[in-house]
């Protein structure tokens, strides 16, 4: 299983916290403002998931319901539990 199977969007999530150090560290106005820029564009990206589900159907209704898009420690637990 790679990355994908344990969480739907690991590059948003990896931008997310990338941004989000790089906020952190410079505390900057302009910093502040690209982090919650980010986080629209990439809320905005849902549209992704509709466009999965109509060339993907059943399959993909499955794959959401398994794989977390962004909480990756609930997948990780279910993994542990042995789903």
């Not at 900057?28 to 905005?44: D, P």
């Not at 962004?70 to 997948?75: E, G, L, Q």
């Amino acid at each position: 299983m790679g990355i994908y199977g344990i969480i739907r969007n690991p590059i948003g999530l990896a931008t997310l916290i990338i941004f989000l150090g790089i906020t952190l560290l410079k505390l900057s106005f302009s910093s502040i403002c690209g982090w919650i820029i980010l986080i629209l564009c990439i809320l905005a990206g849902k549209t992704e998931e509709k466009e999965n589900l109509e060339k993907f159907g059943d399959n993909y209704k499955e794959y959401m319901k398994k794989v977390p898009m962004w909480n990756i420690f609930k997948r990780l637990r279910s993994l542990r539990e042995g789903d």
